[in-house]
């Protein structure tokens, strides 16, 4: 097995500053970890970047590995509330997604913590996504497991907001807002697998001000030409500038990470 693994970000049209980042590693495994900061809170960029490189700490001081879901957003959310507190800054900086992705064994395996996209291509070039989505748009963010308050308020405005929208099996049944979101995808069945914030799901044709289906998103953004050095930048890049003229752009951020398997 040859793993190949690459991230890109990027400001949506709408946007004056990005609030997403992505960055990735390699121990204790090869690993790729994305934020979306909440365009509602202020300074959530910073957020987005604490929060993002706070993971590759934790990830390689690891004296246990793999973490569990719960154990690691909590550990994540404690350390970057300390370097919040340390630099004087309020804590909803931190109101931002978190999407880790890793290797484990022979799988890809996916924690995310608010909402995003997953994307994923088997060996017969067959795509398939999951989105996970709020039916609010409020994603449930680290930051509510903290504090009390804001959970009671989060809690009471509508108890069961989540949605996995699976391009195979449709869309789920409204899911508690604090269901633990894991998503394992082995190696032996799909050969690219990718995590996306919300962005990658909200393309528009400015012609038209129509929404492009996803599905037709993910297809691009996942047909890769080669693997070398930065590929998820360059086609990226490349899909995006396609896009550009024919008048279609991510109307939001957009930040993504991809393993290929060859």
């Not at 004296?63 to 509330?81: C, V």
Request: net charge negative.
């Amino acid at each position: 097995m040859q793993l190949h693994y690459d991230h890109y970000y990027t400001m949506g049209l709408t946007h004056k500053v990005c609030q997403d980042y992505a960055t990735q590693g390699d121990t204790p495994t090869p690993f790729m970890v994305l934020s979306d900061g909440c365009s509602g809170s202020p300074n959530s960029e910073i957020g987005a970047k604490i929060l993002t490189i706070t993971t590759q700490e934790i990830l390689k001081d690891a004296k246990q590995w793999p973490l569990d879901y719960a154990h690691f957003g909590q550990q994540l959310i404690n350390h970057a509330l300390n370097i919040t507190e340390e630099y004087q800054l309020p804590e909803s900086v931190l109101d931002a997604t978190v999407m880790l992705a890793f290797l484990q064994g022979e799988n890809i395996m996916v924690y995310v913590y608010g909402d995003g996209c997953l994307l994923f291509k088997d060996y017969d070039d067959n795509v398939g996504t999951i989105e996970i989505a709020f039916t609010h748009n409020a994603p449930f963010y680290l930051t509510y497991w903290v504090d009390e308050e804001r959970l009671g308020e989060y809690a009471g405005f509508e108890p069961k907001p989540l949605l996995l929208i699976d391009s195979v099996n449709g869309q789920s049944e409204p899911k508690p807002f604090q269901t633990p979101l894991v998503f394992s995808l082995p190696l032996k069945k799909f050969k690219v697998v990718a995590i996306a914030s919300d962005g990658a799901s909200h393309f528009v044709d400015i012609h038209k001000t129509v929404k492009i289906p996803f599905y037709e998103i993910a297809t691009e953004l996942l047909a890769f030409q080669d693997t070398t050095d930065e590929f998820v930048k360059r086609h990226t890049e490349n899909v995006l500038a396609q896009y550009a003229e024919h008048g279609i752009y991510p109307f939001d951020d957009l930040s993504i990470g991809v393993f290929v398997n060859c």
